[in-house]
T-cell receptor
Framework: AQSVTQPDIHITVSEGASLELRCNYSYGATPYLFWYVQSPGQGLQLLLK??????LVQGIKGFEAEFKRSQSSFNLRKPSVHWSDAAEYFCATGGGIKLTFGTGTQLKVEL | DTAVSQTPKYLVTQMGNDKSIKCEQNLGHDTMYWYKQDSKKFLKIMFS???????INETVPNRFSPKSPDKAHLNLHINSLELGDSAVYFC?????????????FGPGTRLTVL
């Protein structure tokens, strides 16, 4: 069965520092991969997605992610974090129309 | 002009009661979903409807009954509420294209069962 693992439950970074959130997937064929962000008390918003093609995907709010088949990873990056990026980040995968989410990584930003 | 809306935003009720949560999307999508997010933020799909037809029904107690009167609405009715039903319930929608597409989420309904 398809699944994703987010190894980091909490991450704290200083404002202006770079960020990388890890996501590993388990799926036999080419996976469909997503990153969503959930701000406190809010619903989920799509940051970016990967279906095929260019393995470096650009998203909203200055985020990007790189699909690496050899490492079964789809890590999310941002070169310079803003205080407003503090939120819960979810990696997700789906081979049909059903999405399976990781357990999330909570990002805290120190000013 | 909210894309996916849910009502109510908060729901506090006693054990044993019956309650409903409503969801509407104005995106013209064919597929709608209900997810449950537990206290540890874990998100799990419960149901999915495509054009009013149930297509995903995960292992959910039959006290939970989704209803889709038309493809823009997907309601969730819960009978005999239990303490363990306390969670945030999210509605979502997507344009079904035969492969996973972007799912647009509502703001969530926080259900507290006392």
């Amino acid at each position: 069965a398809q699944s994703v693992t987010q190894p980091d439950i909490h991450i704290t970074v200083s404002e202006g520092a770079s960020l990388e959130l890890r996501c590993n997937y388990s799926y036999g064929a080419t996976p469909y991969l997503f990153w969503y962000v959930q701000s406190p008390g809010q619903g989920l918003q799509l940051l970016l997605k990967y279906f095929s093609g260019d393995t470096l995907v650009q998203g909203i709010k200055g985020f990007e992610a790189e699909f690496k088949r050899s490492q079964s990873s789809f890590n999310l990056r941002k070169p310079s974090v803003h205080w407003s990026d503090a939120a819960e980040y979810f990696c997700a995968t789906g081979g049909g129309i059903k999405l399976t989410f990781g357990t999330g990584t909570q990002l805290k930003v120190e000013l | 002009d909210t894309a996916v809306s849910q009502t109510p935003k908060y729901l506090v009720t006693q054990m044993g009661n019956d309650k409903s949560i409503k969801c509407e999307q104005n995106l013209g999508h064919d597929t709608m979903y209900w997810y449950k997010q537990d206290s540890k933020k874990f998100l799990k799909i419960m149901f999915s409807y495509n054009n009013k037809e149930l297509i995903i029904n995960e292992t959910v107690p039959n006290r939970f009954s989704p209803k889709s009167p038309d493809k823009a609405h997907l309601n969730l009715h819960i009978n005999s509420l239990e303490l363990g039903d306390s969670a945030v319930y999210f509605c979502a929608s997507s344009q079904r294209t035969g492969r996973p597409d972007t799912q647009y989420f509502g703001p969530g309904t926080r259900l507290t069962v006392l």
